[in-house]
C-alpha cells in the first residue's frame, strides 16, 4: 500500500461529498445525474483502496460491475432526459412537481 | 515514495477539477473537467494496483459514458450559445494547471514506474488473478450485470422511442 488506507477513504469521501453537493444544490437535470457520475467514482475509488489494503481482488471484480451498473443507470436516465424535454420543454428539476394522471 | 507524492498531487489535481466541474453553468464545460477527473483517477487507481480498472475507467467512463453526456446535451442544444468565442486568460489558467499536473504524472509513471519498482511492497493485481476471480467466484454476478445491461437497453430504447403514431389519426 503507497498511502495509509485512511487517506484513500479521505479522498473518496470528499470525492463523494462533492458528487451530493452537485446532485442536491443544482437544479439542472444534467448536472444532477453529473452528481450521481462523481458520487459513483467516489465509491470506485474506496472500493479499490480497499482491494489494495487487504490485497484481495474482490474490490476491484466489485467496481467491474460498478462500472456496469453505471452505464445502464445513464442509459436509462438519459432516456428519460432526452422524454422529458421533449414533453415537457425544460430540465429544470423543480418544475416537475405535478401528477397527472 | 515516488507513488505516494504523484497519489496526493493526483487526488489534489481530481478534486480540482470536479470542484470546477461541480460549479460551471455550462453543462459542456462541467462534462470535459469531469472527464479530466477521470483522466485522474484512472492514474490514481493504477498507483493502488489495479491497471485493468484505471483502462476501463479511461474506456468506458471518459470514452463512452461522458461522450453519451455530451452527445445529449448537444442534442438538445442545453449549452448557452449564441456568445462569439473571446479570449480568456482566466479560463486558460485551471486548464492549463491541470493538463501539465497530469501530462508530467504520466510522464514520471512512464519513465520510472513505482508499482513495478516496488513490487515486493505494492499490491498489483495481474490480468490471470482478476479474470479468475471475476468468471469463477463472480461468475453469477456477471450473469446478472448481463441482464441489467440488456433491461437497461430495452428500457432506454422504449423511452426513447417517443410518441407512438396513432393508426388513422390527424399526427399531432
Known amino acids: 500500500m503507497i498511502v495509509p488506507f485512511a487517506h484513500v477513504l479521505l479522498f473518496a469521501a470528499l470525492l463523494f461529498v462533492m458528487g451530493l453537493g452537485c446532485a442536491l444544490a443544482r437544479r439542472n437535470l444534467i448536472m444532477i445525474l453529473i452528481g450521481v457520475e462523481i458520487m459513483l467514482n467516489a465509491a470506485a475509488v474506496a472500493l479499490v483502496g480497499g482491494s489494495a489494503h487487504w490485497r484481495q481482488v474482490d474490490g476491484q471484480v466489485f467496481v467491474v460491475f460498478l462500472m456496469a451498473m453505471t452505464s445502464a443507470e445513464v442509459a436509462i436516465s438519459l432516456a428519460m432526459v432526452v422524454y422529458l424535454r421533449r414533453r415537457r420543454g425544460t430540465l429544470e428539476a423543480d418544475k416537475f412537481d405535478g401528477m397527472h394522471g | ?172
Open chain 2, 1 to 172: 515514495m515516488l507513488a505516494s507524492a504523484l497519489f496526493y498531487l493526483l487526488a489534489a489535481a481530481t478534486v480540482a477539477a470536479t470542484l470546477l466541474c461541480i460549479t460551471r453553468t455550462n453543462p459542456v464545460h462541467a462534462v470535459i473537467y469531469l472527464v479530466h477527473a477521470f483522466f485522474d483517477l484512472a492514474l490514481i487507481f493504477y498507483l493502488l494496483g489495479a491497471p485493468l480498472v484505471a483502462a476501463w475507467e479511461m474506456i468506458i467512463y471518459a470514452g463512452a459514458i461522458m461522450v453519451l453526456f455530451l452527445f445529449i446535451i448537444m442534442m438538445l442544444e442545453l449549452a448557452p450559445g449564441g456568445k462569439p468565442l473571446e479570449v480568456d486568460r482566466q479560463r486558460w489558467i485551471p486548464v492549463l494547471l491541470l493538463s501539465l499536473v497530469t501530462l508530467g504524472c504520466t510522464v514520471v509513471l512512464i519513465i520510472q514506474d513505482p508499482s513495478a519498482a516496488a513490487s515486493g511492497a505494492a499490491y498489483h493485481a495481474s490480468p490471470r488473478e482478476f479474470g479468475t476471480a471475476l468468471f469463477d467466484r463472480y461468475a453469477l454476478g456477471v450473469q446478472v450485470v448481463s441482464f441489467q445491461l440488456l433491461f437497461a437497453a430495452v428500457g432506454a430504447y422504449y423511452v426513447g422511442k417517443g410518441e407512438p403514431r396513432r393508426r388513422g389519426g390527424p399526427s399531432s
